[in-house]
């Protein structure tokens, strides 16, 4: 079965540090890989998806990057963190395809102070 | 833009009790999925309906998707105190399947 991992949980970083979040999925092959953010009580706003090794779809402007190294590992970055960067990182992979499922890992609390 | 909005934003309602959640779309779909998510967790999903399915059920939950008026019912019937959670739908878009838009959900709180 798949299952796709996330960390580290929690993150408490100061404003100007840079961010790595890694993401991995197992149990699969050539999954599409997405981040998504959560603000406190909102909902998710997509910030990047790839559908391949090197893809990488950017949808909202703003001080975060992603790659894809590994056919199963997206990570998102930052060279310099802001204060508005901080609330609940989600990572998602479904398989290529128009009708299937999108499966969410457990997420990270970023907290910028 | 973004594509689902869930209405209504809070719903409180007594254990075995019906719970009935709606989202409304902007723009043309493929498909249409609904997630639950446990405070402070990740998503889970719940089900998923393609634009050309009316109705699907799954357990005690059923989602009904009207394409004409761009909007879906998510129904979780006789309710538990363990279905308090809130509730996602979320949409892809018929030129990208690839790409999905989020509402903000419906947090729903079943007393027990």
């Known amino acids: 079965s798949q299952t796709i991992h996330q960390w580290p949980a929690t993150l408490v970083q100061p404003v100007g540090s840079p961010l790595s979040l890694e993401c991995t999925v197992e149990?699969?092959?050539?999954?599409?890989l997405y981040w998504y953010r959560q603000a406190a009580g909102r909902g998710l706003q997509l910030l990047f998806y790839?559908?391949?090794?090197?893809?990488i779809s950017s949808e909202v402007p703003q001080n975060l990057s992603a790659s894809r190294p590994q056919d199963r590992q997206f990570i998102l970055s930052s060279k310099k963190l802001l204060l508005s960067d901080s609330g609940f990182y989600l990572c998602?992979?479904?398989?290529?395809?128009?009708?299937?499922?999108?499966?969410f890992g457990p997420g990270t609390r970023l907290t910028v102070t | 833009s973004q594509q689902g909005e869930e209405d209504p934003q809070a719903l409180s309602i007594q254990e075995g009790e019906n719970a009935t959640m709606n989202c409304s779309y902007k723009?043309?779909?493929?498909?249409l999925q609904w997630y639950r998510q446990n405070s402070g967790r990740g998503l889970v999903h719940l089900i998923l309906i393609r634009s050309n399915e009316r109705e699907k059920h799954s357990g005690r939950l059923r989602v009904t998707l009207d394409t004409s008026k761009k909007s879906s019912s998510l129904l979780i019937t006789a309710s538990r105190a363990a279905d308090t959670a809130s509730y996602f739908c979320?949409?892809?878009?018929?030129?990208?399947?690839?790409?999905?838009?989020f509402g903000s959900g419906t947090k729903l709180n079943v007393k027990p």
């Open positions: 149990g699969t092959s050539n999954p599409n």
């Open positions: 723009t043309s779909i493929n498909n």
């Open positions: 790839s559908v391949g090794i090197g893809q």
């Open positions: 998602a992979w479904k398989t290529s395809g128009i009708s299937s499922e999108q499966y």
């Open positions: 979320a949409t892809d878009q018929k030129h990208n399947f690839n790409k999905f838009y």
